[in-house]
Each structure stands twice: as C-alpha cells, then as structure tokens.
T-cell receptor, first 112, second 110 residues
Framework: NAGVTQTPKFQVLKTGQSMTLQCAQD?????MYWYRQDPGMGLRLIYY???????DKGEVPNGYNVSRLNKREFSLRLESAAPSQTSVYFC???????????FGSGTRLTVV | EDKVVQSPLSLVVHEGDTVTLNCSYE??????LLWYKQEKKAPTFLFML????IEKKSGRLSSILDKKELFSILNITATQTGDSAVYLC??????????FGTGTRLKVLA
C-alpha cells in the first residue's frame, strides 16, 4: 500500500541509550518531516527535509539528528535518550502542490 | 511568533448534534489551512483551504476559511459515534513549514 512507513511502532529505551527511527515513503514526495506529539502540546516539528540532500531544524531540534538517505527515506536519531524525549513520533511527507501531509502510523517511544 | 489556536479544547455531544470547531491563526507567509482527524493513530487529511469564503464539503463535514479575520471553522452535522476523535488544524507557512494547533477532542455519545 502506498504511504509512509515508520519503524519501530513501539520502543522503550533507558536514559543515555541511542536509537534511530526509520521512515520511508513511496509517493515520490519531495519533502519529509519528523514531528513529536505530546499531550496538550500538539504536533511539534523536530526536523524537516525540503528535498533530497537538504535538512533543516524545526521547532524542537535539540537532542535529535536526521539523515535524508535518499528521496524515499528520512531517519531520526536520538544519540543519548532522555526522559523528556518520551513521546509519540510521526514521520510525514508532502508535495508542495498536493494536499498537505501524509503521516506514518507513529512510534511510541518511552525513555526510562 | 507563529501560532495556531483551536477551541474548544474538548467537546462532548450526543449523536445527531451539530458541532462547530474553531481555528484561529497568526502566521507569517500564510499559504493554506488544513484540517485533520486523528483517532488512535496518525492524523488523516480532511480539508485544505486556501481561499476565503469558499466552503469545502465532504459528507457531513464542511469547512470555511476567513483570511481577513484569520480563522477557520469545521462543522460536523448529524454527529455519529465514529466522529469521536481529535481534530487538528494546521497552517502552512511558506513552502515547507506547517504549524499545528493542539487540537479539539470531540466525543460523541450514543
């Protein structure tokens, strides 16, 4: 099925551990995004990639890094996880001429 | 600072009621306003609005944008339990940036 695929769906980390969240889209979209969603805070942009080869910081980039591996894939890395990074993470893609975002199904991350 | 504010934060209604959800914004370089429905997982797209005064409709849902007063409303008529969800408003600022409101949580009781 066409869309945005995120892995893993759930993850528990200990403080200080690292991990990479993977995201791939097969809609040939140019732009990809990582958001986190916390209760009462809405969706907040972490990083985005307007096109292959470019990445830019969003609203809450501290503690994260990203890689736009190719047009399809955009990964999010936590180098040293902290409890404040406990959240639900969504990857999304879009085409500026299209109808907003298509979201992945989310990753629920807990840092203990 | 760009911001999108949704109201009410939550709403409980009975099946058959009509509801109106509000979204106001202060965003530089406005490009479009989008509504999403989020149930248990990822938000799903409902509407994209770019022009004032033109109503978009999909079944029992409709939405309109007022670019002069900087707000949009989402109406749901004859609500059903399946409409229970969080409704998110997002404003596209420039080509790549989308700013989300915190959402309105709607619960429809049978």
């Amino acid at each position: 099925n066409a869309g945005v695929t995120q892995t893993p769906k759930f993850q528990v980390l200990k403080t200080g551990q690292s991990m990479t969240l993977q995201c791939a889209q097969d809609m040939n979209h140019n732009s990809m995004y990582w958001y986190r969603q916390d209760p009462g805070m809405g969706l907040r942009l972490i990083y985005y990639s307007a096109s292959e080869g470019t990445t830019d910081k969003g609203e809450v980039p501290n503690g994260y890094n990203v890689s736009r591996l190719n047009k399809r894939e955009f990964s999010l890395r936590l180098e040293s996880a902290a409890p404040s990074q406990t959240s639900v993470y969504f990857c999304a893609s879009s085409d500026p001429g299209g109808t907003g975002y298509t979201f992945g199904s989310g990753t629920r991350l807990t840092v203990v | 600072e760009d911001k999108v504010v949704q109201s009410p934060l939550s709403l409980v209604v009975h099946e058959g009621d009509t509801v109106t959800l509000n979204c106001s914004y202060e965003v530089t370089n406005f490009r479009s306003l989008l509504w999403y429905k989020q149930e248990k997982k990822a938000p799903t797209f409902l509407f994209m609005l770019t022009s004032s005064g033109i109503e978009k409709k999909s079944g029992r849902l409709s939405s309109i944008l007022d670019k002069k007063e900087l707000f949009s409303i989402l109406n749901i008529t004859a609500t059903q339990t399946g409409d229970s969800a969080v409704y998110l408003c997002a404003v596209a600022s420039g080509t790549y940036k989308y700013i989300f409101g915190t959402g309105t949580r709607l619960k429809v009781l049978a």
